[in-house]
């Protein structure tokens, strides 16, 4: 594997509405970013993401862009902005943004000029078509419910938008519209942003023909996930984007891909691939239900942990994945694969173990560093996310109760992960003096950075010191460039895995069980090198036997032999 600069670096993902608000109003911002730099130094990130803080109505939270040059005010400022680039590298540290073409903003004066005019050339910026005997042009559902289609006012015809009504897909087979967002990709690039997450990147390559397709719901519509998993094509204009954009900056690039193809893994993340990683989320898919929320299974273990191993070893012979316990579409990790007696600083410390030392680039989400856990939501008013109020709806049209519904969208919303960063015990978590734009968790007394970072036996202390270890010159090369070699498979409760080089074997033994549990060491050991059970004595084992307590994990450095 060619070495590139971010195969040994850590990262991080703010999402700003919701860090740290330094005006009063509510909303996270950019200066509230710059303040927490060294926080996030001392940690250990290389890599900031940033979910979008382009100017935007917010129906999508930002994910609707109505302006690519501009930051939203809620944020800040261009020159804020400017700064924090400017800081972040002071530190040896990098920014990377949200970049979001699939779609823009209705707001977006793209699409308000084709509204303009439907036949003119920004028409062709979109999917306009006409209707079909006065019908919508195919039977697509969008990703957050309803048809894809959308009519355009004073016309027969209809446009495409695969999320949010406010949110067009953009008409990748244009070539002056790709024109226009590479020129802009590589503004940003110019300006220091060290490269990109891309977002619902697989969503650009359409079926012109836009067929339908077998319903999957009483409303008569089927999954615009079809039409993607059906068309080929999107590798071509993945290409395009690489060889006019990224690849002339050497710029990081994550992508967000739900939909890859059999054999396609090496286009995406090999040596030439289109991305330098790709999220791994095939832990995150067990939890989808057959018709939406509300008949998600739990996780369980075993698929957990078949997931991520199967997962590992696919990957490990082409390139290198993003691995995340959650982020900002997902509910928190903590209260989502941790059964109830491991939701605690113990399970979380050993659930985050596993996920930072695995083969691949480790992406924290903002709070999981101090354990930050599911919110109670208690009406479906106090959600903001428009996606889980479609979920509420959907399961409530199933035939849920009002608290049947509740519940599944306290397990799974999104606004889980966007409740605001608790920093301290004060009013709001420390987050704002005003009105917070989300409510804050109950449980910020409890669990919050402030009380954490003088605790050495702290959540937070314990990621301090697992980052530490991961990105140690003494370790950094078998754990960014090591072989990922699952053991113990045959255990019921026990993850674990050796990373391994021709110099060195690491081994990390997690169990997720509510007994302890025993298990042989294939060599001897070496050193231990990290334990999340500071109370727990631990001496090199005498023999070859080694017993884990419950939501125990240990790192033992072995002998190579």
Not at 98 to 105: A, E, R, Y
Request: aromatic share 12%.
């Amino acid at each position: 594997m060619i070495k590139k600069w971010w195969h040994d670096k850590v990262a991080y993902q703010i999402y700003p509405k919701s860090f740290l608000d330094t005006n009063g109003d509510g909303i996270g911002d950019l200066r509230g970013i710059i303040s927490k730099l060294d926080y996030l130094k001392k940690l250990g990130i290389d890599i900031i993401w940033l979910s979008p803080i382009y100017k935007s109505p917010f129906v999508d939270q930002g994910y609707d862009i109505s302006d690519y040059y501009a930051i939203a005010e809620e944020f800040g400022t261009m020159e804020e902005f400017d700064e924090l680039l400017s800081e972040a590298k002071k530190r040896d540290m990098y920014i990377i943004m949200d970049l979001v073409i699939n779609h823009c903003s209705d707001q977006h004066e793209w699409f308000q000029k084709a509204l303009a005019d439907p036949d003119g050339e920004y028409a062709d910026y979109f999917y306009f078509r006409k209707s079909r005997n006065g019908n919508p042009p195919s039977n697509l559902r969008s990703y957050f419910g309803g048809s894809c289609w959308e009519p355009v006012p004073g016309t027969d015809k209809y446009y495409l938008h695969m999320f949010a009504k406010e949110q067009p897909d953009l008409n990748w087979e244009n070539p002056l519209l790709r024109e226009k967002l590479y020129e802009m990709i590589n503004w940003w690039l110019e300006k220091g942003l060290a490269g990109f997450r891309i977002d619902a990147i697989i969503n650009i390559k359409k079926d012109l023909d836009f067929p339908d397709f077998k319903p999957d719901g009483p409303d008569g519509l089927a999954g615009c996930w079809k039409m993607v998993d059906e068309v080929d094509g999107v590798g071509e204009l993945l290409e395009d984007l690489k060889k006019h954009t990224f690849q002339k900056y050497e710029a990081f690039t994550v992508g967000e891909v739900f939909n890859m193809k059999e054999g396609e893994l090496d286009a995406f993340i090999g040596e030439n691939g289109h991305f330098s990683t790709i999220f791994d989320f095939s832990a995150h898919i067990l939890s989808d239900g057959e018709h939406g929320w509300y008949d998600a299974p739990p996780v369980d273990f075993k698929e957990w942990r078949k997931a991520i191993t199967d997962s590992q070893l696919r990957v490990q012979n082409c390139g290198l994945e993003a691995n995340i316990i959650e982020n900002h579409d997902e509910p928190r990790g903590v209260s989502r694969f941790l059964p109830d007696y491991a939701q605690n600083p113990t399970g979380t410390k050993m659930l985050g173990t596993i996920s930072v030392l695995l083969r691949g680039i480790p992406f924290i989400y903002q709070g999981q560093e101090i354990g930050m856990q599911n919110a109670v939501w208690n009406t479906v008013d106090e959600y903001n996310d428009i996606n889980t109020i479609d979920q509420y709806h959907t399961a409530r049209d199933a035939g849920l109760t009002d608290k049947e519904a509740l519940e599944a969208c306290s397990r799974l919303s999104r606004d889980n992960a966007r409740t605001p960063m608790q920093w301290n015990t004060q009013e709001n978590a420390g987050f704002t003096t005003g009105t917070p734009w989300l409510k804050v968790n109950d449980n910020y007394t409890e669990i919050n950075v402030e009380t954490q970072d003088t605790d050495p036996d702290s959540v937070l202390n314990y990621y301090r010191k697992l980052i530490a270890l991961r990105k140690s010159p003494a370790y950094k090369e078998v754990f960014a460039y090591g072989e990922f070699l699952p053991v113990y498979q045959n255990t019921c409760s026990v993850m674990a895995y050796y990373r391994k080089n021709e110099k060195q074997r690491i081994l990390i033994t997690a169990n997720f069980g509510k007994e302890a549990v025993s298990l042989t060491l294939e060599y001897p050991v070496k050193q231990i090198l990290l334990s999340n059970m500071a109370s727990a004595v631990h001496s090199l084992p005498a023999n070859d036997i080694i017993t884990l307590n419950s939501c125990e994990v240990l790192v033992f450095e072995l002998e190579t032999l």
